[in-house]
């Protein structure tokens, strides 16, 4: 990221947004129950969400070549389908309860 006023804020968020998701989903892990595991998926997903948010603008805004974001872009895009889908199983579980 370019050391300018945009590059670092940015640079913040990217990394407070890509490094939660990792936090939550543990809390996940340790959910009292599956209500509590789908709640603490979904901010794993708004976070995520967030993460692909970020990397859109750092694409758009040319602040770092395409091909060092493509990898990064596709793996948030791929986690964020894997927790979304998570989250629909846990919801169809729960209401076959």
């Known amino acids: 990221m370019p050391n ?3 590059g670092n804020a940015i640079a913040r968020q990217i990394i ?3 490094t939660s998701p990792a936090a939550n989903y543990r809390a996940a892990c340790i959910a009292k129950s599956d209500k509590d595991f789908i709640n603490k998926l979904k901010i794993v997903e708004e976070e995520l969400d967030e993460t692909i948010h970020w ?3 750092i694409d758009a805004a040319n602040l770092l070549p395409t091909n060092k974001l493509s990898d990064l872009q596709n793996e948030a895009n791929e986690l964020y389908k894997i927790i979304r889908s998570s ?3 846990m919801r169809r ?4 309860l």
Do not use: L
């Not at 579980?93 to 076959?96: L, M, V």
């Open 16 to 18: 407070r947004s890509g």
């Open 87 to 89: 989250i629909i199983t």
């Open 4 to 6: 300018t006023i945009s």
């Open 93 to 96: 579980k729960s209401d076959n």
């Open 55 to 57: 990397i859109e603008i």
